[in-house]
């Protein structure tokens, strides 16, 4: 870990303006992942702004029948917050299926949409990462690549998002509002974090210095008919290999509205805006389940060891679309229900 | 008063409360005044040397003492012998900051020292190392050729036998035949505690090491021979280990560079690896198996053939018993068993848990199932048709087997006669329910072990035996056994552990633990009943006057005539009106081979596992094993189940999620931390059953035990294979077992 | 949360940061200890404080045998900074129960022989008490995922569970 000053910041303009006049400053929330990477010596801030306690931890009902979820709000509190349970229980399974309970504790939402890639050679300083430094070349590409992308990758990177909370947030579609040396903006959720191209050290479109302030959903739920299934190496606290987020609206058994994102799949939370068309106006079968499937692993490119990403989220995906559809197992683990 | 009949309780830990409050102390944790803390700075590469180091740029710091490299630590011992530890295997023991030369990736280049960890680590992050860099090899597949069959370098190593019979011949003509190639992933130990040392400096070549390891005494020989230092001087202790599993079984780098910086700097030092650095040194090798089976009409084994290939490293010859446990477990007259290494730029494999067996058994019961389908015979059924009598590797009797025992009781436990034979046949629901069978074998040894009993006036015992506790229970059992020997309450009684200034008990590994150290702490505390029971008849009118030590024997407190319980003596008034502060006993105490060497001395176990696969997604849960055991008289059954339960846990670990991935084009492992190298977490365990079948031995030694830590886990993983198998027809021979070998 | 740090190859090394009066309240005790902000809360226990009950296991938030409670909520002490914690309540094992004065969980991880070696065994039962405090887990398949953030490598999880089980049962 290096030298860095700490600044706990007294509000969000003290943070935003302390940040943008230190060079190499960068903002702690909880921290799980920051002070991770630090340890790696992956990254490196000389000026860390503390914005754990600044008021940005409310979890409040919109005007406009959204909700407002604060930076600051722990995972832990967003998950069992009781409109978060009731109103979007597809956000509610996704952040129970990541992490443990003691990161979820700590982790901010903020900073859930920060963390940053789990590729084994950007977290090790011995071998070359175009994420980690720029121009030395991707080691991921023909080497251990098992939990790599099979969308949008470019030949600088191959990484993905770990987070399973952006993935529901992907489907639930949220505007993420920033505060920044210009004022606040929103960002819509699908153009925050974006593929790598040709700069692969840029996970998201945050300007310099922005801070996120929250997380406003829109009043659509999908809270009967969703699912998060996350498909991983071991029955929890692991990152998912492929994870899918599914919601439907029903009118009997037609479809007429859908969002589908998928995880451990891309650069970014990987929302299949054209599958969903797909899927309005069709009969919630499995059969249309896997036309679906099909469409959305059409474009999947396999870098060797995680070739069978692509059958496997084929599979994941019909199997998504078919518990929500039947609304009754939202299981993120399909054991869950299988032997009391 | 409850009876002192403690052996074979469930008694709780005697050590339980320190460790749920945070009281029992690890060798990170020792406070002292003045710690220096070390950092270990590893190489990123895997073959090469080091050009340059530029040292200066760090010094300048202020609170960083110092940067130990090649450069400038102080030449050690020359010769090989001193470099080697008890368990080393052949060759030349790798030496840390010796010289520039790479040897395997993540190797010790350099150590950082500072006033505190966090500057130390900060300064090692600044260290700049130039290296030149060499061609490396790491993948065993393209080193087949390599092979070759090693020396007999290692302690606990028995090459293969001959051939008997004529194998080629008898598979080629055996009614049913399979033949396949298996492998597994590489594993490491991963000990929940991270490897440190603290060393304390009392003065010139004056240290006393705490110390991650599962054997002082071999620590202290090491650091004596290492660092010429004399062996008044040097104090090795432990009296908690985290977690071992065979990684502590020899010195590792941390413990020789915690030592080397407080010679240098003479002053207490503390150097603690990081979770990466618990992949740098050894692991359970990756081994490429071959197997082929052949069985007679009636389905008994006509042929059983074995063959082994795992790497070692350049630097040392590593072996360990893989193939030799498929010429016992089962009865057949025509086996061929094959073993050879090959080296490679890693760093030398190390004994882990069940070393060879653990492996072993994996292709050796995956082949049975795979014979049983061939034959057409259920897989438990198939196993009793040859069921061995004797040990054909050795021509011997065993001194005890009972695994029929658990073939019986572990299928009636689990219902295994409601198995239908077809995989696939067994659905609930959308699950694909799979049932599968596993066991083996292991050796029972006793090693020689010395201890000391003191009692003082006022009744308290205290035994010493300079052993370990990783979690076996070992504080535990040896009190139960001195408590009982001497009749007096657990409460009486004060187990020490864990000294080099206590007397020499062997490397706590093998399962011998129970079996070595308990026979000398029970012999000890015999030898003090005897000097007992004569203070006792020194006594006026003393009611045992005549008796010899067999005619009484020592309980709830008492010393009591066998033939008549009404004569009896308090021991606390004998040592109370004694007038003798405290009353002693050492000694040490060895197998007896005379009596051992006409038997062949073994535990046995056999696994049931149930799984349930989800057939469109791939994902597998175990959802209940059941282990039977045969492993003589168990000491305590709570802490023996656990580490029953334990091993099942390793061995499902082993099957589904396990292994270090190396990439061969850098040479390094890269999943070297708990997020990317799976272990089982809570989630992936559910109901687990453990059966131990009583079985009496009196020629293992005294105590009848032959130890738990190992077997349990054999079988397991198999049997894990199997039920996959079972559950879908897919027969994956390549482990673990992940998602993706199951679309 | 901001754009990403890269670390620089080479470049001016960076002077230590500097050490300065951090208040702690743990276990009901106000500590006054010099730290740098870079001192994780684990290690200012451990190694400032000699609160050696919390233990390191992998220092990355991958193990959880770090784990306490914060204001009565469990989190990895190894990923978070000591200077983040002035304002809380901090309970490390220690604050649970003594070895001659066991908390009810405490107990049950005893009489269950819910551990072997004893290292995962602070934070298994430091994260069994936030997850009694959280008050979510109900089934035995509840406790076992909540529970899933503590590595045990000596696989005590049946008897874990158990442990755990009993207190949750008897609230």
Redo the contacts between chains.
Sequence with gaps: MNSFTFHRATGVDDAVRETTRHTGAAYIGGGTNLIDLMKENVMRPSYLVSVAKLPLAAIEALPDGGLRLGAMATNADTAWHEDVKSRYPLLNQAILAGASPQLRNAATNGGNLMQRTRCLYFYDLATPCNKREPGTGCSAIGGFNRIHAIFGASDQCIATHPSDMCVALAALAPTVRVSGPDGERSIAFDDFHRLPGDQPEKDNNLRPGELIISLDLPAKGFSKNFSYLKLRDRQSYAFALISVAAGLELDGTTITDARLALGGVAHKPWRDQEAEQLLIGQPATVETFARVAAQVVSTAVGQGSNDFKIELARRAVVRALKQAAEGSQQATDVFQNSNP | MSTTNYIGQAT??V????????????S??V?LPNLAYGYVVSS??ARGKITKIHAD??L????VIQVFSHENVPSVAWLDKKHQDQVAPGGSPFRALQSPEIQF?QQPVAMVMAE????A??AA??L?IEYEQEAHETNLETQRAKGYEPGKGKTGYQPPPPPRGNPDKAWEQAAHRMEAEYVHGTQHH?????FSTTVDWHGEGKITAYDKTQGVFNVKNYLVGVFGLNKDDVRVVNH??????GSGLRPQYSVYLAVLAALELRRPVRL?L??AQMFSFGHRPQPLQYVKLGTNPDGSLAALQHHVLHETSHFEEYTENIVTWSGMLYQCDNVKLGYQVAPLDVFTPLDMRAPGAASGSIALEIAMDEMAYEAGIDPLELRLRSYAERDQNQDKPFSSKKLRDCYHQGAAKFGWEKRTMAPGSMR??N?LVGWGVGGGVWDATQKKSAAKASITADGKLTVLSGSG?????TYTIMTQIAAETLGLPLEAVTYQLGDTDQPEAPLQGGSWTAASVGTAVQSVCQDLAGKILKLAQKQADSPLQDAKFEDVEFLNGQIRLRADHSQSVVIRDVLQSSGEAKIEADGSTTPNMPKQSQYSLHSHNVVFVEV?V?E????V?V?RVVNAIAAGRILNQ??A???V??????GIGMA??EET?I?H??G?Y???????Y?????????D?DVIFVDEEDDIVNPLGVKGIGEVGMLGVTAAVANAIYHATGKRVRDLPI???KL? | MSEQTTPASGGAVAAPPPVGTVRLTINGTAHEVQLAPWTTLLDALREYLHLTGTKKGCDHGQCGACTVLVNGTRINSCLTLAVMHEDDDITTIEGLGSEDNLSALQQAFVDHDAFQCGYCTPGQICSAQGLINEGKAHSEHDIREMMSGNLCRCGAYVGILAAVQEVVNKK
């Design positions: 709780s830990r050590d339980g409360p320190a460790k749920v409050s945070g009281a029992a102390t690890y990170a944790e406070h990123p590469i740029e760090v300048a710091l202020p609170g990736s505190s960890f966090e500057l680590r900060y992050s600044l700049r991963n000990p929940m505690e991270l908690f280990v985290g977690g071992g599993f603690t990081t979770r609930e629901g699950m506790e990783n979690g076996a229970g349930k989800d469109d997604l791939g994902t849960h959802t709570k802490t189940r656990s580490q339960l334990g091993s099942v846990v390793w589904l999620m991935v990439d084009k850098f390094r890269m999943n070297h931390n708990f997020a990317e799976h272990v089982p977490v809570n989630a992936d365990i559910r687990i992940t998602i993706d679309l």
